[in-house]
C-alpha cells in the first residue's frame, strides 16, 4: 500500500527574502536582525555589529557591540580614532588613559583622537553598547578635547513641546567635530519641520516605535534598529506607539565643508 504524500512544513516568514532593510546611495535603514556577527583581532569574547562604516559611504563607524563576562580588549586600543561607548545594557569597565570608570546601562565614554581606550565586561552577564568611531578633523588654535564619562541622567535636558533632548557630550563646543544626543518623542509628537542639513547622522532606536522620513518615503522604525542620514536627506520623525520614542543620535557638527 502506498504512503500518503507527508504534509508540506508551513513557510516561515521571510523566506523570500521580505524585511524593511533599504539601502540607497545616500540613506539607509537596517533593523537588527539582518545585521551579522563580526570578530575583530585583540578584542576576547566580543562580537561587533557593524551598522555603518565608511564602506556603505558614511564618513564614521557604528556597531553594536556584545561583550561576554571575561570579554574585553588585550592591549589597549590606539588607533588615533575618536571613540564614543553607550552602554545598553550589562555593565563595562571602561579604561581612557589613566581615567577608569564602570558604566552602567545609560552610562557612556568619550576618547579622544590619539587616547588609548580600554574595556572589560567584570560581570556575569552579556554587556551590549554602540560603539562608535571616526577620525578627528582638528582646527588650528583650537585644543582637541579631553577625554569624558557620564550618565544620561546627568546629562542636560530640554524640554519642549512633548518632545526632550540630552546633551550627552555638550553643544556648540568647538573643540568637538562630532555630537551625540538622545532625541525622546511623547506619543504623537514629532519633529517640528522636515530637516536638510549638511550633517551626517546615525539614529539607533533606544526604545518605541515610529515613521521616519528619509527622502521621499516614510519608513517603519522599532526598538532596535538603526537608520543612517547621509548630508542634505530629507528628514523627519513621528511617534506613533502607545508610549514615547526615544533615539541615539550621531551628527558632525562645527566644522566648515571640505573642496
Not at 557591540?65 to 563595562?92: R, S
Not at 579631553?146 to 555638550?170: C, I, M, N, T
Not at 538622545?182 to 509628537?189: A, K, R
Amino acid at each position: 500500500m502506498s504512503q500518503p504524500a507527508p504534509t508540506p512544513a508551513p513557510i516561515p516568514p521571510g523566506i523570500i527574502g521580505h524585511n524593511r532593510a533599504n539601502l540607497t546611495p545616500h540613506y539607509a535603514i537596517f533593523p537588527p536582525q539582518g545585521i551579522m556577527d563580526s570578530l575583530l583581532p585583540g578584542l576576547r569574547g566580543c562580537i561587533l555589529r557593524f551598522m555603518t562604516s565608511p564602506a556603505m559611504g558614511a564618513r564614521f563607524s557604528q556597531a553594536m557591540l556584545l561583550v561576554a563576562p571575561g570579554g574585553g580588549t588585550g592591549e589597549a586600543i590606539d588607533n588615533k580614532l575618536q571613540h564614543f561607548l553607550y552602554v545598553l545594557t550589562g555593565a563595562l569597565e571602561v579604561t581612557a588613559g589613566r581615567k577608569k570608570t564602570t558604566l552602567v546601562a545609560g552610562g557612556y565614554a568619550y576618547i579622544p583622537a590619539g587616547g588609548k581606550l580600554s574595556f572589560r565586561n567584570a560581570g556575569d552577564i552579556e554587556a551590549r553598547a554602540l560603539w562608535v568611531k571616526r577620525p578627528y578633523t582638528a582646527v588650528a588654535g583650537i585644543d582637541p578635547p579631553k577625554s569624558r564619562f557620564g550618565h544620561r541622567d546627568d546629562a542636560p535636558r530640554e524640554d519642549v513641546q512633548g518632545r526632550w533632548r540630552y546633551w550627552l557630550l555638550g553643544t556648540a563646543d568647538m573643540s568637538m567635530d562630532f555630537e551625540m544626543n538622545i532625541m525622546g518623542f511623547g506619543p504623537g509628537t514629532h519633529f517640528h519641520c522636515v530637516e536638510t542639513h549638511v550633517m551626517e547622522h546615525g539614529l539607533y532606536m533606544l526604545g518605541g516605535q515610529g515613521l521616519q522620513l528619509l527622502g521621499r518615503d516614510w519608513h517603519e522604525v522599532w526598538t532596535g534598529d538603526f537608520a543612517w542620514m547621509g548630508p542634505y536627506v530629507p528628514q523627519q520623525f513621528y511617534a506613533t506607539g502607545w508610549g514615547g520614542a526615544e533615539y541615539l543620535l550621531y551628527k558632525d557638527v562645527n566644522r566648515d565643508v571640505v573642496f
